[in-house]
């Protein structure tokens, strides 16, 4: 399990993540983690708790720190993720 990033907002029943920083030129994220994340559409992405909260749909934005969105499952309160740390599974 690795982190994927943090709840910014709710947009069109989407959850947008900004995805962690990538700080080192050759692609990892300073922990020699690869960000293969970025690019995974259909990405299962938990909670801290490890509850599956949805699938990642798109990837926008820099390549350094993009957005992916995040469309949830249907038992999930949309404005409650907001600011919540998401893990790709």
């Known amino acids: 399990m690795r ?3 943090a709840v910014v907002r709710t ?3 989407l959850a947008v993540l900004r995805a962690d920083e990538v ?3 050759d692609g990892t994220n ?3 983690e690869i960000d293969a994340h970025r690019d995974e559409i259909g990405t299962m ?3 801290d708790s490890l509850e599956e909260v949805g699938r990642v749909v798109d990837v ?3 390549v350094s720190q993009p957005y992916l969105a ?3 499952d249907d038992d999930v ?3 409650s993720l907001v600011g919540a740390t998401l893990y790709a599974r």
């Open 70 to 72: 995040v469309t949830p």
């Open 77 to 79: 309160h949309l404005p």
């Open 60 to 62: 926008f934005g820099p």
């Open 11 to 13: 947009a069109q029943g």
């Open 30 to 32: 300073g922990a020699g």
């Open 23 to 25: 700080d080192d030129a």
């Open 45 to 47: 992405v938990v909670d």
């Open 3 to 5: 982190r994927v990033g």
